[in-house]
């Protein structure tokens, strides 16, 4: 008699079955094992990165339980939860005004923004907010967004000259600083002084100054040379070298875009205009400037702007190494400023920076000295 189930005549073991139900999330399916069809057959696997839910989830994580291998695992990489959602292995940095959140599988300090823990210190809203991808992870502006001004060594931050200058946030200077203010000048938020640091002061304005102490500037700036590092490791994509820009509409994708530059050289007739094809707040646009930074306004050019789709948040202009002055000129300063006027964050650790006068929306970073007069803005200010 011919059975159809005929013990010890077995299909070949890890064979495929059906006669035992899977055993759901436990990234192994039913197989023969010595005839017996068995749930969770060892070699039997479910494809790698599925769901799964034999091992408990790690709150906080930004990584969901994912099978690798026949094995649930919690934290699989890849097996991401939403960007945005909360999380606790980054710690949060106290007054930022943001708090830890998922990026890509990632939990980065900075990406919720956040100003109700009563510690918050508003900066620059145009400060850059986006992230630098590095091998060990992301690299942002993070404390540093809180200095609308930041000197990160023994430069001379200097306000002065002709129409009201106004910063939008916190003028910070280090120990072996300087920061000298003439006229009358606007600063919307603080005058933060590391111990040794030099003020002189001569203005019908008035300043809320705060100590910072020996170091308490440390982070402030080890986050501005930091970024400018990460930023300047960067390679450039085929097709991305720009000898000189000028006059021209630079189109970006919905990531990263790095953008290798010799000389930044807007005239009166130049505008530059920096857009997405559609809204993307994840874009950033990083532009690696080794030459000359000049913009020289006029009636009609002399801007670079963020256009369709991007925010002066997403833009970041790294001036690599020593060389010719930052540079803004062009007239116009004073509460309508300026003819000469740039959309973005400028870090030049090498460089001095000269607005005379000229429009910076975003932050500026420098460890030489900074001179922002004749109705210079940086930042948006209101003026009283």
Known sequence: ????????????????????????????????ENGVCVAAHVGNNVPNSTSCTTTPDTAGDCLLPGCENGVCVAAHVGNNEPDSTSCTTTPNIVGDCAVPGCEAGVCIATHIP????????????????????????????????????????GGTVSLSHGAPTGIGGDVCIPSDGKLQISGGQVVTGKVRLETGAQFHESSSASFTVVDEGATGLDDEIAACQDLSAAAAAKTCPPGTAIAKLKNQTITGVCGENVYCVQDVDVQTSDVVTIELGAACPAATFIFNVTGKFVIHGGNVGGKIVAGANVEPSQILYNVIGTGPDVAFSGGGGGVDCCKASVDGTIIAEDRKVNLAPGKVNGVICSEKSIAIVSGSIVCPVVFP
């Open 1 to 32: 008699m011919c059975v159809a189930a005929h013990v010890g005549n077995n299909v070949p073991n890890s064979t495929t079955c059906t006669t035992t139900p899977d055993t759901a999330g436990d990234c192994l399916l039913p197989g023969c």
């Open 114 to 153: 956040d100003n109700t823990d009563g510690q918050c210190v508003p900066g620059c809203p145009d400060a850059f907010a986006g992230q630098v991808a590095t091998n060990g992870g992301f690299v942002g502006l993070g404390p540093a967004a809180s200095c609308t001004v930041l000197e990160t060594d």
